[in-house]
């Protein structure tokens, strides 16, 4: 499967030509509106994966979480990062559970997305062979409290391992920093 055939068969796919990309969250309630990722490999594809639902054939129950799914998905040659952003400043075990079901429930998606161009359209399979990163940007008061680099460069290779990046609303992050 080659980017052009991907990027025709998903919904919410951007490509991201400049190195430059704003994520963007609206709601109410949400304060952390707007994060730029800087450095970005060019050629990447973005995904906006909040509205993907498998309703009409799971029954849709809170507690399983197959139709939650995190805020982005960056996809390079070699990389899948799953983005969840959260307007929370306290990273509790509620918000840690919550972004954990929303990286499996986003890894499900991708096996399907590769079962169907495998199976259906007679295409190799798009995310298999690439390496999954997970990554939290949650709100931060100033950038001044929080450290300009991360200290922390643990593998965020799973869904329980993933990275939590403090952010201001408006500010612009290093794509380095979520692989």
Known sequence: MDKATLKKSLCNCSDCSAGTFT??????DTTLRSVTLCDIPLGALIIKMDKIRFSNFLIDKKEIGFNKHSDYLVITDDKVVFIEMKSKKEVNQELLDDCRTKFVSDECSLDYADDVFRRLLNKNSFFENREFHF??????????????????????????????IPVVNGGTISFIRTI
């Open 23 to 28: 994520l963007e969250e609206k709601g109410d």
């Open 135 to 164: 990554v939290l940007f949650h709100q931060t008061l100033s950038m001044a409290k929080s450290p300009i680099a991360p200290k922390d460069l643990s593998p965020n290779l799973t869904p329980d391992t993933f990275r939590k």
